[in-house]
Each structure stands twice: as structure tokens, then as C-alpha cells.
């Protein structure tokens, strides 16, 4: 177990290398200029030149991008062009929010996403199992965002339980950090649960039919044993998979949804960078997105070893 948890940690760091590069040449294609936004449009000629050489953007693309990953390694993510401050600081300030969204979103998901899955796999062909899958397909369907439109319409201005915009961190009042992600997550996390129903379906009308559950049912096994104790366990690698690859389109996902609700997160900092052209804060979002992905892939990895023996033993 410690070997593959070393040999899935080693694999990460390429990744996030090349992650890092694509977006930093991207950013090099942007047609803002960080001088201009810095110091107006009434600066001098010397001034602009003076700031753009303060910030290293005179230099080779290469060497821009050797600078910064040096940095990195070492913790630093450089200072915003904005407003001089240290982009690690202000990503730390902001991750909590966007974290609590994403995090509630995939606890939504798997809550519902999971029993109504297993119910719909139970019951394959009968109305029941439509009627589930059916509602599986919408919640996928349903773009988050519009969603999070009608949250805010119909429940947070018809009712006086949940905000319709502004976040309170968790540490100051829980209850009241509870109701204000709660809407944001219920948006984000419906299209998360739709795809969990619809795979844990799948995976267990797939081992439902496997030569082995008959043979367990022809030697007398409990209709509740088989279930839970040889079908879940098996159907649930191909639902592992889904439900990493949800978390990482869960924290994406979340910079929208922080925009409908308002809310001081990563993804108005991030589009607040673009606008300005301030390319450490973009690049060190790219980053530490990346890095998260790649945790959570990491984390998969894991969870595969320590459902399926197989694995351990390659």
C-alpha cells in the first residue's frame, strides 16, 4: 500500500509541471497590459517600462516561467500585478468558500445520488426504476447555473431560511455558514447526484446479472447479504471513478456558481484577474486547481487499492 501510495505521489508532479506550463503560455496570449491597468492610462512612457520590468514581463517567456516555478516549489505564487499582493495569501483567503461549496455539493450528490441509484439497480425494468432514472437524467441535465437562478427566485426571495447572496465563514456562526452554502450547493450538486444515481445503477444491474451473485443466491445467501455485501462492494470501483471525476468538476463548477450567489470565493478572484491581465493570480489558481485534481486523483488511487485486492497485489 505505502509503495503505491509513493508511486501515485511521484506521478503527480509532471502534472502539475505541464499543467502549470499549457496555462502559463496561454496567459502569455492575453492582450492586457499589466502596466496599463496598474498605472492608468495617464502614465509615462518610463513608468510603464519601469513597471513591466518590475514584474518581469520584459524578460524571455521561458525564463518568466523558470522564475515562477522556482518560486512555487518553494511556496511562493508571486505577488498580484494588481495590488502587490501575495498571490497565496489571497487564494487562501478565498479557498475556504469555494471548498465549503464543493464539498457540500458532493455530499448532496452522494446522498442522493447513491440510495437512488442502488434503489433504481434493485428495481431494473420495472416503472419504478424509469421513474428514478428519469429523475436521475434531469438533475443531470439542468445547467447549475440556471438552477441557481431559480434557487435564489423561488426559495431565498420567497422564504427567510436562506440568503440569496453573501457567505459566512463557519468559524463565526456554523448555522448561519450552513444556510448560506446550502443553496449553492443544492445547484452544484444536482447534476453531481443525477450522474452518481445513473452509475451506481449501472454498476449494480451489471453485477446483479455476474455468473458469481447467481451462484451466491443458488447456495442460499439472503437477498440483503448479496446486496450489500458482494453487489456494493463491487459495484462501487466504477462509481469511485465518477465520483472523483465529479469532485474536480464540483470545484469548477463552484466559480460560476459564486458568481448567481455573490459570494467572496476563488472564482471572482480569478475573474477579476483576467480582467486585469494580472497573470500570477490566474496562474496560481491553474495551479492550485491542478494541485486539488490531482489530490483527489491520488486519493482515487487509493480507494481503488483498498476496494480491490487485485490492485494491492499488482
Known amino acids: 500500500m505505502l509503495r503505491i501510495a509513493l508511486s501515485r505521489l511521484l506521478a503527480l508532479i509532471p502534472l502539475l509541471v505541464i499543467a502549470s506550463f499549457v ?84 455530499v448532496v450528490g452522494l446522498v ?22 428519469g429523475g436521475a437524467s434531469l438533475g443531470q441535465a439542468i445547467p447549475s447555473f440556471w438552477l441557481a437562478l431559480l434557487l435564489v427566485a423561488y426559495v431565498a426571495m420567497k422564504t427567510p431560511w436562506f440568503p440569496a447572496t453573501g457567505y459566512v465563514p463557519f468559524a463565526q456562526d456554523p448555522g448561519g455558514w450552513l444556510r448560506s452554502i446550502t443553496l449553492p450547493s443544492i445547484a452544484l450538486g444536482a447534476a453531481a447526484a443525477g450522474a452518481f444515481a445513473r452509475q451506481t445503477r449501472a454498476g449494480f444491474v451489471q453485477v446483479l446479472h455476474e455468473p458469481y451473485v447467481r451462484a451466491t443466491v443458488a447456495g442460499g445467501l439472503t437477498r440483503r447479504r448479496i446486496l450489500w455485501r458482494t453487489a456494493l462492494r463491487n459495484a462501487s470501483i466504477p462509481v469511485v471513478t465518477i465520483i472523483a471525476g465529479q469532485a474536480a468538476v464540483l470545484v469548477g463548477g463552484a466559480v460560476v456558481i459564486e458568481q448567481v450567489f455573490a459570494l467572496p470565493g476563488l472564482g471572482q478572484l480569478v475573474l477579476n484577474a483576467i480582467h486585469n491581465g494580472d497573470i500570477p493570480v490566474v496562474l496560481g489558481f491553474v495551479a492550485l486547481m491542478a494541485l486539488l485534481v490531482a489530490v483527489i486523483q491520488f486519493l482515487l488511487d487509493l480507494a481503488y487499492a483498498l476496494i480491490d485486492p487485485r490492485i494491492r497485489a499488482a
Not at 33 to 46: I, K, M, Q
Not at 77 to 104: E, H, K
Open 23 to 106: 496555462a502559463f503560455l496561454l496567459l502569455q496570449l492575453t492582450s492586457t497590459d499589466p502596466a496599463v491597468v496598474r498605472l492608468g492610462d495617464n502614465a509615462t512612457s518610463e513608468a510603464y517600462a519601469a513597471f513591466r520590468h518590475e514584474i518581469g514581463v520584459d524578460r524571455p517567456v521561458l525564463v518568466q516561467y523558470g522564475s515562477w516555478l522556482l518560486g512555487a516549489v518553494h511556496g511562493d505564487l508571486g505577488t498580484s500585478w494588481s495590488n502587490s499582493t501575495p498571490v497565496i495569501d489571497s487564494l487562501m483567503t478565498r479557498l475556504p468558500v469555494t471548498l465549503s461549496i464543493s464539498v457540500a455539493a458532493l
Open 112 to 133: 442522493i445520488g447513491i440510495p437512488t441509484g442502488i434503489a433504481a439497480g434493485i428495481r431494473a425494468g420495472r416503472s419504478s426504476d424509469s421513474l428514478l432514472t
